[in-house]
């Protein structure tokens, strides 16, 4: 059966990772992401996520080259987002060696696209990003990098994006983002039970134990960015807590393999 | 020389495929190619896909890739058929009832909704996605240095429904056991992604490389 996934978030802006909290980005973690993503590799990350949260469309371009840059050391899936507003755009990151594609605010502002992108190339490439935020009036889902309130409750917003043709929920809490209280675990779990489709949970990893919970939230693989850049063997070790905590993970795909195969 | 054409039908992610091949085999020559003359010269032939399944159709019979797909396989050559590109060797397929090219018997269909809960009790998501493990059912060269039980990527909606028990070279299970490669002659196809599976894939792909396209 299946196991659960460890996913490792690169958040670029402007080409290079950076750090998100709160959905600011300010830190720059990697100047090439290649780095990372080699990093990644050989520490058993199951798929790796890359989110172009510059606020320049013109930023679209640099981010498919690096999209291609990282997919050729990249032997995982890889999804990418940010900027999705067309089927040419979509193409040419599924060329570049995208897998899957992040899709936020076109479920807002244009569903059909999201249509038509889920009958051409698959449910399975669609993966709906949603980000949620809480305050008196309560949870809404928003969209555009986390400025614009659609008004929709998380719940209604997740059932209709896979409605839509998604065929995963990229599930994060801007509040949560990069604050180190763990996943927004009671939204998490209302979203996980309202859709048949895999969801991620991203947002809020700060200890190893916050995957376990986003496991036990309902999660069928859980996501971080920045707690996995600044520690050696990152992954490794999350994966070792959550075996240890009794979720299935895959463990094979060392590295040693990798390099007697590399040398042919 | 070792050339390897990889189908390009304009539908999805190629480049994966392309670059996990060039990993492996660093000395090849590697061309991602809808030129019915580049494929045929190729002395590997890799048929990768992403998508839904009227659509690779439409593409492939668009650019006359039928033919030329037949043609390779009666060449004997050694042939990968990678996810969609497994698929679409059948006869048919479920997925918007859907005429495939019919190189091998039996069908596509979607893991039906009532059969999808494990165990426990829990209900299972479709597409199937993630790392699961692969039981092999037959010796061949290309699951050479690949462990019993060895976990791929997986990522899809529909599996194969094979006509001929023979064909079956690996299954898995979700939550019941469902063939995810099948091989015959110089024919191995697979419904993971072996460009996704980390040194998994990387070693099954080494062996494609290496193989003569002789069942054993």
Request: glycine content about 8%; aromatic content about 8%.
């Amino acid at each position: 059966m299946l196991k659960k996934r460890l996913i490792a978030v690169l958040i670029l802006r402007d080409g290079q990772v950076v750090q998100s909290v709160r959905f600011k980005h300010t830190n720059v973690i990697h100047s090439n992401a290649i780095h990372a993503i080699e990093c990644f590799n050989k520490w058993a990350v199951d798929e790796i996520v890359i989110l172009n949260v510059s606020r320049d469309a013109a930023s679209r371009e640099q981010f498919a080259e690096v999209v291609g840059n990282i997919s050729s050391e990249c032997f995982v899936p890889l999804t990418a987002g940010g900027w999705i507003t067309d089927m040419e755009y979509a193409g040419q990151l599924l060329r570049s060696g995208a897998d899957k594609l992040c899709i936020n605010t076109a479920f807002l502002d244009d569903p059909e696209l999201v249509k038509a992108l889920s009958l051409r190339y698959g449910r399975q490439c669609i993966v709906a990003s949603m980000d949620v935020k809480a305050d008196e009036a309560g949870v809404r889902v928003m969209v555009d990098r986390g400025s614009r309130d659609t008004g929709s409750d998380p719940v209604a917003w997740a059932q209709r994006a896979a409605e839509l043709g998604a065929g995963e929920i990229f599930f994060n809490s801007i509040d949560h983002d990069g604050n180190r209280k763990g996943y927004h675990l009671d939204v998490l779990k209302q979203v996980c039970s309202a859709v048949d489709v895999p969801v991620i949970a991203f947002g809020g990893v700060f200890q190893w134990q916050d995957l376990v919970d986003g496991i036990h939230a309902g999660a069928a693989a859980v996501a971080a960015a920045n707690i996995f850049h600044y520690t050696e063997h990152s992954t490794k070790k999350a994966k070792r807590f959550m075996a240890e905590a009794g979720v299935p993970v895959r463990s094979e795909g060392s590295h040693e393999l990798l390099q007697t195969l590399s040398v042919s | 020389m070792t050339e390897i054409a990889v189908i390009d039908y304009g539908m999805g992610n190629l480049r994966s495929v392309a670059k996990a091949l060039e990993h492996v085999a660093p000395e090849a020559r590697v061309n991602v190619t809808s030129d019915p003359g580049a494929i045929a010269a190729a002395t590997h032939v890799v048929f990768p896909g992403q998508g839904a399944a009227p659509d690779c159709m439409r593409e492939i019979r668009a650019r006359g890739l039928d033919k030329t797909i037949e043609n390779v396989i009666a060449s004997g050559k050694p042939f990968l058929g990678i996810c969609m590109g497994q698929q679409v060797l059948f006869e048919h397929s479920e997925e918007g009832d859907t005429p495939c090219l019919g190189i091998l018997p039996g069908k596509v269909v979607r893991f039906p909704a009532e059969a999808m809960v494990d165990a426990q009790g829990n209900k299972l998501k479709v597409p199937h996605m993630g790392w699961n493990q692969v039981h092999q059912a037959i010796v061949h060269p290309l699951w050479q240095g690949v462990a019993p039980e060895t976990r791929f990527y997986f990522v899809h909606s529909y599996y194969v429904e094979v006509g001929e028990p023979g064909l079956i070279a690996g299954f898995s299970h979700y939550p019941f056991a469902f063939t995810c490669a099948v091989a015959r002659a110089n024919i191995f196809a697979v419904q993971f992604h072996p460009e996704k599976s980390q040194a998994a894939g990387l070693k099954l792909l080494s062996n494609f490389v290496a193989w003569n396209g002789a069942a054993n």
